[in-house]
T-cell receptor, first 111, second 116 residues
Framework: DAGVIQSPRHEVTEMGQEVTLRCKPISGHDYLFWYRQTMMRGLELLIY????????DSGMPEDRFSAKMPNASFSTLKIQPSEPRDSAVYFC?????????FGQGTRLTVV | AQTVTQSQPEMSVQEAETVTLSCTYD???????LFWYKQPPSRQMILVIR??????QNATENRFSVNFQKAAKSFSLKISDSQLGDAAMYFCAYRGPNFGNEKLTFGTGTRLTIIP
């Protein structure tokens, strides 16, 4: 299996622009998680899905953030409009049972 | 809410020696899962080892082993025969047992340096 695949690896955008991060989970996994990593806050959960249904989105910072999982093999995290404080590494992870595997992350820089 | 504490921001060890990274956690659950993840400079989060709380036996994966003390809520990672490739950030993580508790709660990490 190719593992969890995230794209893009790096994204640089200007403040106010829309940003879309993409994730392909491992086939057969029924959970998908979006995490954000910053120096100040460490690794924090944004949202997670079970069988494509959002279970907990309490970590989504504000209405500028939205996430979708239209099918079992694809998820997106969208930020609109983006702000400099959104600069971070965004990880997608998928799991089956209790083992979670992470993608390589997207480093987002908002200037 | 569950919390995970890693009190050692940085550790260093001589190559081929043994090092232990500490982790404590707080939970009211009796059944849960604990993990150690490694994050090298490539930033990939790599699962190193896991422990199910209902298992008394400490988990072992090659040179990596844990010391799980359930009553003390302690979960330390021992790396034996340290290698240069072990240099990374190490994160301890907790996962609850039930539906709605599947998220991982992470500690703040320990940066491990291997001295040649």
């Amino acid at each position: 299996d190719a593992g969890v695949i995230q794209s893009p690896r790096h994204e640089v955008t200007e403040m106010g622009q829309e940003v879309t991060l993409r994730c392909k989970p491992i086939s057969g996994h029924d959970y998908l998680f979006w995490y954000r990593q910053t120096m100040m806050r460490g690794l924090e959960l944004l949202i997670y899905f079970n069988n494509n249904v959002p279970i907990d989105d309490s970590g989504m910072p504000e209405d500028r953030f939205s996430a979708k999982m239209p099918n079992a093999s694809f998820s997106t995290l969208k930020i609109q409009p983006s702000e400099p404080r959104d600069s971070a590494v965004y990880f997608c992870a998928s799991s089956r049972l209790y083992l979670a595997f992470f993608g390589q992350g997207t480093r987002l820089t908002v200037v | 809410a569950q919390t995970v504490t890693q009190s050692q921001p940085e550790m260093s060890v001589q190559e081929a020696e043994t090092v232990t990274l500490s982790c404590t956690y707080d939970t009211s659950e009796s059944d849960y899962y604990l993990f150690w993840y490694k994050q090298p400079p490539s930033r990939q989060m790599i699962l190193v080892i896991r422990q199910e709380a209902y298992k008394q036996q400490n988990a072992t994966e090659n040179r990596f082993s844990v010391n799980f003390q359930k009553a003390a809520k302690s979960f330390s990672l021992k790396i034996s025969d340290s290698q240069l490739g072990d240099a990374a950030m190490y994160f301890c993580a907790y996962r609850g047992p039930n539906f709605g508790n599947e998220k991982l709660t992470f500690g703040t990490g320990t940066r491990l340096t291997i001295i040649p």
